[in-house]
């Protein structure tokens, strides 16, 4: 990806990021460095939606003289932006080249958690644990002892830890002894 002065680069998190929040050009300013060295079929149509709905939106005001020259047809066919809308996508495209645009992005923390009683939340956590407890001494008692073990189990082990389509040549032998090692360790009972 291209970087800028700072060495910071925008990523398609970020700009699908500013489309959910309805920042527009933003959007487009961060899909348009992304294309610099992305050019896939996605980021493009990516950024002609964003066009289109740049362009087609309703509340651009466009100076007379222009609108007596395009239809509004013309004017989105041409990419011919109002105003407005240019001065918004400049400042988006020198706030992206800053580094400085990710410091525009809002996240709204659901807190509706924390309206209730602390007396509910304290149950609440008490309840928790109480759960991981149980959890916790009835997974002990299913586990049977390392004498018991199948080569079922050692390959449900090992599936748990590696991915069944990774190359053997990425796992390394420590990591295997691990998990057989893992297995024939002696558990405590409570």
Known sequence: MKNNSSGW????????????????????????????????????????ALHQ????????????????LFTPEELAYLRILDHQGFE?????REKL????????????????WLDGDEAETDALTQILQEIEQQTQLNLAETVPDAREFTVKDLLMALLSRFDKDQKLTDVKLSDLVAVILEMQEPKDKP
Request: charged share 30%; no cysteine.
């Open 9 to 48: 680069a925008p990523t398609i998190t970020l700009a699908k990021l500013f489309e959910e929040q309805n920042q527009f050009f933003e959007a487009l300013s961060a899909y348009e460095m992304i294309s610099q060295t992305d050019s896939s079929a996605a980021v493009r149509e990516s950024i002609e």
């Open 53 to 68: 709905r740049i362009l087609n939106d309703p509340a651009n005001r466009y100076d007379p003289r222009i609108e007596k």
């Open 88 to 92: 918004n996508l400049a400042r988006a």
């Open 97 to 112: 080249n800053e580094g400085s645009l990710g410091a525009d992005i809002y996240i709204e923390e659901d807190e509706d």
